[in-house]
């Protein structure tokens, strides 16, 4: 049962232009969710997290939008860079009795190709 | 200067055996987790240790023990390896232990198991 989705496993985008990664969810309790990128062979590195009090974050030119009535989020890469090819890991956490904890449920991935 | 590593990066073995993948964090953080990416690719966590005290701990057949000698290392242990088993282990760790503490990801073990 997969409570984070990335139905596209990949996408293909110029040098230059706009990335928009989609991930919807489906548990309404979820109230805090994340990006994570990882190269081959390397383990994920965080990229930029977003509060379910927020409907936008943005760290330089990557920016999270998040929709919770439509259980949606994305991340927009503007400009797109070469170097930005990667795998993009959405993930989101659970409001626990205890408070949000780290039990991170992560989707499948996209993988992103940024071509010069 | 690695904040996270994991010995060994790669390990084949033989199902029925016992192995163990090691796990050190230099970040100074309280919380470390070990994860599994199946061949799906769907990334899931396992464990949990906070001030070597588990935390969190999914549903995971009790072949997989961790063990956190002190808080810089979370080891994971399996005894009677399956072929299921085969899969990416991340280890990670992170200051705190809630949802807005970032974690931050070993390189990964690919264990094998033929």
């Not at chain 1, 110029?14 to 969710?33: A, H, K, P, V």
């Not at chain 1, 949606?72 to 659970?94: E, M, N």
């Not at chain 2, 705190?96 to 033929?114: I, M, N, S």
């Amino acid at each position: 049962d997969q409570q984070v989705k990335q139905n596209s496993p990949s996408l293909s985008v110029q040098e230059g232009r706009i990335s928009i990664l989609n991930c919807d969810y489906t548990n309404s309790m979820f109230d805090y969710f994340l990006w994570y990128k990882k190269y081959p062979a390397e383990g994920p590195t965080f990229l930029i997290s977003i509060s379910s009090i927020k409907d936008k974050n943005e760290d330089g030119r990557f920016t999270v939008f998040l929709n919770k009535s439509a259980k949606h989020l994305s991340l927009h890469i503007v400009p797109s860079q070469p170097g930005d090819s990667a795998v993009y890991f959405c993930a989101a956490s659970p409001m626990n009795d205890g408070g949000s904890q780290g039990n991170l449920i992560f989707g499948k991935g996209t993988k992103l190709s940024v071509k010069p | 200067d690695t904040a996270v590593s994991q010995t060994p990066k790669y390990l084949v073995t033989q199902m029925g055996n016992d192995k163990s993948i090691k796990c050190e964090q230099n970040l100074g953080h309280d919380t470390m987790y070990w994860y599994k990416q199946d061949s799906k690719k769907f990334l899931k966590i396992m464990f949990s240790y906070n001030n070597k005290e588990l935390i969190i701990n999914e549903t995971v057949p009790n072949r997989f023990s961790p063990k956190s000698p002190d808080k810089a290392h979370l080891n994971l242990h399996i005894n009677s390896l399956e072929l299921g088993d085969s899969a990416v282990y991340f280890c990670a760790s992170s200051q705190g232990r809630g949802a807005w503490d970032t974690q931050y990801f070993g390189p990964g073990t690919r264990l094998t198991v033929l």
